[in-house]
């Protein structure tokens, strides 16, 4: 039994896969006619913030909408992929759209859109702005889909624009260079509107600030306009106003404190105070992003473990979990990792080495692009763990629990993975 009964909209959104042959088809041009089909949701949305990047768009946006929610403001946010449920990518001032609601957007877009072709990602985001024009909000948050310059997102003239850490990710559509991507993600720079950046490799940096002269648009820079760093146990933030001296982010990582400077730049430059600050670093929640799972089967199958969960998948998501580890009170630790056949596997794998006891692959249930588990094995082994193949994530957790008294083991390595543990620990 999922939280809403979502038969209905389970119903549309399964036609909705058969509209396009392709998952992903970036362009621009079926998202504007349905639009225009719509009459234009788009234009009618709240004030947006629009967040592109390789790493830390979700957990960027969550502490923003935090914020904002802590200084009493109402905030729409859209964000990809869901987890456990479609229902998560469509936020309505703070809550979660209801089933009845998504059920007869969906069909309204399907009906706009008649028999041209169109990707799932295209009319659930149309279906996404027509929702977020016809509620009352304080602001809108989109995150990117894929890249930037032509994610059916990147229809809108935003309040404020956003680019995260790029890194390299998707090059099979973005381009084989950090530069080539981070023109791809600079592609949701708009003339005269502020784009806040967070930390960039030089190449990186060097493009974006390139689109955003070419665009008038001012740049707020990590290093240049704002500074963020943790002292002493404390989150320390300084730019042009002033200097915070806040509480770490309640998102777990080192790689967070960074996330939390590109969401206090943006809530400083919307005029937020000081309650929204430190709302946004105290009550952000952000699930599968190095989540501790304290209920469900899982744990009730291994009550010794300390679980958590991860959906980090490129080699800057094997990065962020590497340092959190480190970070991590000392404590004998396991890989279950499951990773689609798309993703540069050894590179995720690399960082982790050292890190881990050993690793138990297992392949991702009901999912097409899973990489086999005999795959994810040989990648985790050149690497240099300790790898080995388990038939599933139940059977690899009993293996660790029976064999150590009282182990840590993260389960990670793909969003889909993540969400097929959240649907049934959650």
Same mark, same amino acid.
């Given at each position: 039994?999922?939280?809403?009964?979502?038969?209905?909209?389970?119903?549309?959104?399964?036609?909705?896969?058969?509209?396009?042959?392709?998952?992903?088809?970036?362009? $621009?041009?079926?998202?504007? @006619?349905? /639009?225009?089909?719509?009459?234009?949701?788009?234009?009618?949305?709240?004030?947006?913030?629009?967040?592109?990047?390789?790493?830390?768009?979700?957990?960027?946006?969550?502490?923003?909408?935090?914020?904002?929610?802590?200084?009493?403001?109402?905030?729409?946010?859209?964000?990809?992929?869901?987890?456990?449920?479609?229902?998560?990518?469509?936020? /309505?001032?703070?809550?979660?759209?209801?089933? +009845?609601?998504?059920?007869?957007? %969906?069909?309204?877009?399907?009906?706009?859109?008649?028999?041209? *072709?169109?990707?799932?990602?295209?009319?659930?985001?149309?279906?996404?702005? /027509?929702?977020?024009?016809?509620?009352?909000?304080?602001?809108?948050?989109?995150?990117?889909?894929?890249?930037?310059? %032509?994610?059916?997102?990147?229809?809108?003239?935003?309040?404020?624009?956003?680019?995260?850490? &790029?890194?390299?990710?998707?090059?099979?559509?973005?381009?084989?260079?950090?530069?080539?991507?981070?023109?791809?993600?600079?592609?949701?720079?708009?003339?005269?509107?502020?784009?806040?950046?967070?930390?960039?490799?030089?190449?990186?940096? *060097?493009?974006?600030?390139?689109?955003?002269? @070419?665009?008038?648009?001012?740049?707020?820079?990590?290093?240049?306009?704002?500074?963020?760093? *943790?002292?002493?146990?404390?989150?320390?933030?300084?730019?042009?106003?002033?200097? %915070?001296?806040?509480?770490? +982010?309640?998102?777990?990582?080192?790689?967070?404190?960074?996330?939390?400077?590109?969401?206090?730049?943006?809530?400083?430059?919307?005029?937020?105070?000081?309650?929204?600050?430190?709302?946004?670093?105290?009550?952000?929640?952000?699930?599968?992003?190095?989540? @501790? %799972?304290?209920?469900?089967?899982? &744990?009730?199958?291994?009550?010794?473990?300390?679980?958590? $969960?991860?959906?980090?998948?490129?080699?800057?998501?094997?990065?962020?979990?590497?340092?959190? $580890?480190?970070? $991590?009170?000392? @404590?004998?630790?396991?890989?279950?990792?499951?990773?689609?056949?798309?993703?540069?596997?050894?590179?995720?794998?690399?960082?982790?080495?050292?890190?881990?006891?050993?690793?138990?692959?297992?392949?991702?249930?009901?999912? &097409?692009?899973? /990489?086999?588990?005999?795959?994810?094995?040989?990648?985790?082994?050149?690497?240099?763990?300790?790898?080995?193949?388990?038939?599933?994530?139940?059977?690899?957790?009993?293996?660790?629990?029976?064999?150590?008294?009282?182990?840590? &083991?993260?389960?990670?390595?793909?969003?889909?993975?993540?969400?097929?543990?959240?649907?049934?620990?959650?």
């Amino acid at each position: 039994m999922t939280l809403y009964g979502t038969a209905g909209s389970d119903a549309v959104l399964q036609r909705m896969m058969t509209l396009h042959p392709k998952v992903i088809d970036l362009t $621009l041009g079926r998202v504007h @006619r349905l /639009l225009d089909a719509l009459g234009h949701p788009e234009l009618r949305i709240p004030p947006a913030i629009h967040i592109a990047g390789t790493n830390g768009k979700g957990s960027t946006q969550a502490m923003i909408r935090a914020g904002l929610e802590g200084a009493g403001k109402s905030a729409h946010a859209y964000t990809s992929p869901h987890l456990a449920r479609f229902h998560e990518r469509i936020r /309505l001032a703070g809550d979660l759209i209801s089933e +009845p609601s998504l059920t007869a957007l %969906l069909d309204e877009c399907v009906t706009a859109n008649g028999p041209d *072709e169109i990707t799932f990602f295209e009319i659930t985001t149309c279906a996404a702005f /027509l929702a977020f024009a016809r509620q009352p909000a304080d602001f809108t948050l989109l995150e990117v889909g894929l890249g930037g310059r %032509l994610d059916a997102t990147n229809v809108i003239t935003p309040r404020l624009s956003i680019i995260t850490p &790029v890194s390299l990710d998707h090059q099979q559509f973005l381009g084989d260079t950090v530069g080539a991507i981070a023109g791809e993600k600079a592609g949701i720079i708009k003339r005269g509107v502020p784009v806040i950046v967070g930390p960039q490799s030089p190449e990186g940096l *060097e493009v974006i600030e390139s689109v955003a002269a @070419r665009l008038g648009a001012p740049v707020l820079a990590y290093g240049q306009h704002w500074h963020v760093g *943790e002292e002493a146990g404390r989150l320390v933030f300084q730019d042009e106003n002033g200097l %915070l001296d806040l509480p770490l +982010p309640n998102l777990l990582g080192p790689f967070q404190v960074q996330n939390a400077g590109a969401a206090l730049a943006a809530l400083r430059h919307l005029g937020m105070g000081d309650a929204a600050c430190e709302a946004a670093v105290t009550r952000a929640v952000w699930p599968a992003r190095m989540q @501790r %799972l304290r209920r469900g089967p899982l &744990v009730d199958l291994a009550p010794s473990v300390e679980l958590f $969960l991860d959906g980090g998948h490129n080699p800057a998501g094997g990065e962020a979990v590497a340092a959190t $580890l480190a970070r $991590l009170p000392a @404590r004998e630790t396991h890989l279950i990792c499951g990773m689609l056949n798309t993703k540069d596997v050894r590179g995720y794998m690399e960082p982790l080495r050292g890190h881990a006891k050993t690793l138990r692959a297992v392949s991702i249930p009901n999912e &097409v692009n899973t /990489l086999p588990a005999e795959a994810t094995a040989a990648a985790a082994s050149a690497a240099g763990l300790d790898a080995t193949v388990a038939p599933s994530v139940a059977e690899a957790l009993a293996d660790i629990a029976a064999a150590n008294p009282h182990p840590r &083991v993260l389960i990670c390595g793909s969003l889909y993975l993540a969400g097929a543990i959240l649907r049934e620990n959650e």
